[in-house]
């Protein structure tokens, strides 16, 4: 169809709205639900709008966007299953695992409490060191100090965390109330 003289054919028309009805009355179908059928549709219709160029000129267009929205909903269904399948194997999983005790819990909320008690900027050279695994050189140029300055603030969190953990170990041994002292 040529719509000036001189002009090329332009593209066959790519009009939908007539199979509307179609399509949402077989996506209900499929899903036995409005606003999953509604979804479905959109779905299918964007699948259709990026695949145009694969429709045959002169070919049957209802029929091709219900095949659409048919495998639109299988894609869904598989991609559903499969992820009811992990998920499900993640439960698995996870009733295999034991909580830590309770001691090790309280030992790390202690380790984390001193660690946030320490000055911001020994905190901050022990934490680009010890958790984020720079080395001592990378840690000084992220901080933007000289090297020998950050090796003495990791010095310093250091020694502190280690005078912290000497009364905490003071403190955890229990002692038998009216017993041999």
Known sequence: MLRKQGMKPSMPRFDIIGQLGSLRRYARSLTRDSTDAEDLVHDALVRAYERRSTFRSGGNLRAWLLSIVHNTFIDKMR??????????????????????PQEHSVRLAQVREAFFSLPEEQRSALHLVA????????AAEASGVPLGTLMSRIGRARAALREMEEPAKAKNHLRIVGGPS
Not at 81 to 88: K, T
Not at 131 to 138: A, D, H, R, T, V
């Open 79 to 100: 991609s559903r299953r499969s992820e009811a399948a992990r998920v499900e194997q993640a439960g698995y999983l996870a009733d295999g695992s034991t909580p830590a």
């Open 131 to 138: 958790i984020e695994g720079l080395s001592y050189s990378q």
